[in-house]
């Protein structure tokens, strides 16, 4: 087992640790013991995947709970059949549900959690990339419904998460670039966490660091970003930056696009929507650019796109209370913008 980074999320007296490298996993009994929310617990529901196929032992008795494959088991009904799972196993309100997954199983384990018994404790052991440096930290859970993406939630903070970064290595080669688009996006969030990790590189380029320090550095901004800001009333929002073209793109859904790259398209977007505003230059543009290259993206528009559908689809975001809102760059960095002309949009579009 390499060196472990830890890497702690500060939210008072619900502050928990992510411990985050190679053979992280192997942790996890002894974080169980150590964590105060779960030090009692007698037994653990482990919720996975059969895609996921990597084993952990939380060093008490577990029963496993193994749902589907895919996005589409991200409904209600699978968080009712674990809870009755839970309740058959006789997981009391002490013990602790274990997520072993990427950002599916931590939004149902961590959903199911954050309703059974009115809750009781989660620990998320990541096993992909989006998983590590964003879905499992932060406390976002929920389920989608048909009507839409994320409808139906809650924020339940988890105990411990674990990023295990040598299963990154068995991940397939897309999964992978799905990711890579989500870390791309914390090249342009303003941190001090950020600077912290800055300086430990050369060339001031987070992509200089490997890969359990760039988990750890996008670990150490999401927490800083959560502390901040735990209920998204705010600065918790530029967590979204390159989502809102992100989401329309995986909403029209004819792209077969994934999360990660539907983001990296967001990012280059979001960039040519802030330059038709003036907020930022073309020397901006072009960084956005060379961070998308340098992790293998492109950011380029899929062919086929329907330009109309996807305005329409801008006016639909969860964030579009005040007219159509991008988060986008400019002279103060990342900020939440209401009411973007969808004229410029349509126009940045084109410019793709
Ligand atoms: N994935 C964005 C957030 O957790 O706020």
């Given at each position: 087992m390499g060196d472990i980074i830890r890497v702690d999320v500060p939210l008072g007296d619900r502050s928990y640790p992510v411990l985050v490298g190679a053979g992280a996993r192997h942790q996890l009994a002894s974080v169980l013991a150590a964590t105060p929310l779960t030090a009692r617990a007698r037994r653990a529901a482990v919720v996975t995947q059969p895609g996921i196929g990597v084993d952990v032992d939380p060093g008490i008795g577990f029963e496993t709970f193994t749902i589907p494959d895919g996005e589409q088991v991200k409904e209600l009904a699978t968080v009712g059949e674990l809870c009755s799972g839970f309740a058959?196993?006789?997981?009391?309100?002490?013990?602790?549900?274990?997520?072993?997954?990427?950002?599916?199983?931590?939004?149902?384990?961590?959903?199911?959690?954050?309703?059974?018994?009115?809750?009781?404790?989660?620990?998320?052991?990541?096993?992909?990339?989006?998983?590590?440096?964003?879905?499992?930290?932060?406390?976002?859970?929920?389920?989608?419904?048909?009507?839409?993406?994320?409808?139906?939630?809650a924020f339940w903070q988890p105990a411990a998460v674990l990023c295990d970064t040598s299963v990154l290595d068995t991940l397939p080669e897309r999964e992978l670039r799905a990711g890579l688009g989500e870390l791309a996006k914390y090249h342009f969030i303003d941190s001090p966490a950020a600077e912290r990790w800055l300086a430990m590189t050369d060339g001031g380029d987070l992509g200089a660091l490997g890969i359990d320090?760039?988990?750890?550095?996008?670990?150490?901004?999401?927490?800083?970003?959560?502390?901040?800001?735990?209920t998204e009333s705010g600065r918790r929002a530029l967590l979204n930056y390159g989502h809102t073209l992100g989401h329309a793109l995986e909403i029209a859904g004819r792209f077969d696009l994934r999360h990660g790259e539907a983001v990296a398209i967001g990012l280059r977007y979001a960039a040519v929507v802030?330059?038709?505003?003036?907020?930022?230059?073309?020397?901006?543009?072009?960084?956005?650019?060379?961070?998308?290259?340098?992790?293998?993206?492109?950011?380029?528009?899929?062919?086929?796109?329907?330009?109309?559908?996807?305005?329409?689809?801008?006016?639909?975001?969860?964030?579009?209370?005040?007219?159509?809102?991008?988060?986008?760059?400019?002279?103060?960095?990342?900020?939440?913008?209401?009411?973007?002309?969808?004229?410029?949009?349509?126009?940045?579009?084109?410019?793709?």
């Amino acid at each position: 087992m390499g060196d472990i980074i830890r890497v702690d999320v500060p939210l008072g007296d619900r502050s928990y640790p992510v411990l985050v490298g190679a053979g992280a996993r192997h942790q996890l009994a002894s974080v169980l013991a150590a964590t105060p929310l779960t030090a009692r617990a007698r037994r653990a529901a482990v919720v996975t995947q059969p895609g996921i196929g990597v084993d952990v032992d939380p060093g008490i008795g577990f029963e496993t709970f193994t749902i589907p494959d895919g996005e589409q088991v991200k409904e209600l009904a699978t968080v009712g059949e674990l809870c009755s799972g839970f309740a058959r196993c006789g997981l009391t309100r002490r013990d602790v549900v274990v997520g072993v997954g990427g950002g599916v199983v931590t939004d149902v384990a961590g959903f199911a959690a954050a309703v059974y018994h009115r809750g009781i404790a989660v620990v998320h052991v990541a096993t992909t990339l989006l998983g590590q440096i964003d879905a499992a930290v932060g406390g976002k859970t929920g389920v989608n419904l048909a009507e839409g993406k994320n409808l139906v939630g809650a924020f339940w903070q988890p105990a411990a998460v674990l990023c295990d970064t040598s299963v990154l290595d068995t991940l397939p080669e897309r999964e992978l670039r799905a990711g890579l688009g989500e870390l791309a996006k914390y090249h342009f969030i303003d941190s001090p966490a950020a600077e912290r990790w800055l300086a430990m590189t050369d060339g001031g380029d987070l992509g200089a660091l490997g890969i359990d320090e760039r988990v750890a550095a996008c670990v150490d901004i999401k927490a800083e970003v959560v502390a901040s800001d735990e209920t998204e009333s705010g600065r918790r929002a530029l967590l979204n930056y390159g989502h809102t073209l992100g989401h329309a793109l995986e909403i029209a859904g004819r792209f077969d696009l994934r999360h990660g790259e539907a983001v990296a398209i967001g990012l280059r977007y979001a960039a040519v929507v802030a330059r038709l505003l003036g907020r930022i230059d073309d020397d901006r543009v072009a960084a956005h650019e060379r961070v998308l290259e340098a992790y293998g993206l492109d950011g380029a528009l899929p062919a086929g796109i329907d330009h109309d559908e996807i305005i329409e689809l801008f006016g639909r975001d969860k964030k579009a209370a005040d007219g159509i809102t991008f988060v986008l760059d400019g002279p103060r960095g990342l900020e939440v913008v209401p009411g973007v002309d969808p004229g410029v949009l349509r126009r940045a579009l084109e410019q793709m």
